[in-house]
């Protein structure tokens, strides 16, 4: 059987290409013009997500909104996923929304894999903060133990870069972007 894999137009990719190709896989992120398919995830991956998806709601005010696995569009040609974002809630414009802006999401949350380390941990943060996102948290698999490990970061508005704010392994407990505390053991309930 023979493939016959998308041409990239001569500039790249852009936002509008993400919402437009068809048959594009789930979980595509756009990075600089070029489209990122996402590998399957595993079990840590799932699981640090619903447990974290579920923590951030249970404390969230009625101004925003926790979603995961939707774009965020930084700019015409950066377009990630990343796996959890709290947003204004006044972004949130109906269940057919496809996307948010850059501009309306507060914290966007990264579970590291083993096919996105490198995209986790240096370019889409580097993106998030050019694009003024005012939280990131990283979450890694704690070889140990398997539980979450979350390094948390700030936007610095003068650099326009991020700051490590600490490490938190059993607990999260944060003020930004609202009052967060999660029993990251929990994990194991899961």
């Known amino acids: 059987m023979e493939r016959h894999w998308p041409r990239p137009p001569l500039n790249g990719y852009t936002v509008d290409h993400l919402f437009t190709l068809p048959d594009l896989p789930r979980h595509t992120d756009l990075i600089d013009g070029s489209l990122v398919f996402a590998a399957p995830q ?88 050019a694009a003024g996102i005012p939280n990131f948290w990283r979450v890694e698999c704690d070889g140990g133990d398997g539980r979450p490990v979350i390094h948390v970061y700030e936007l610095d508005a003068m650099t326009r870069a991020y700051v490590h704010m600490g490490v938190h392994r059993d607990r999260i407990k944060v003020d930004k972007p609202y009052p967060i505390d999660i029993d990251l053991t929990a994990i194991d309930e899961l």
Request: aromatic letters at 4%; one cysteine or more; glycine letters at 4%.
């Open 42 to 129: 595993n079990n840590f991956h799932c699981t640090a997500v619903d447990l974290l998806m579920s923590g951030l709601r249970s404390s969230r005010p009625a101004e925003v909104k926790v979603s995961h696995d939707m774009t965020v569009i930084l700019d015409r040609r950066n377009g990630p996923e990343p796996d959890l974002s709290v947003i204004r809630a006044a972004a949130v414009t109906g269940l057919n929304q496809m996307s948010f802006r850059g501009r309306d999401v507060l914290l966007a949350v990264e579970v590291v894999s083993p096919d996105s380390e490198s995209r986790d941990r240096t370019t889409k943060p580097w993106k998030y903060a």
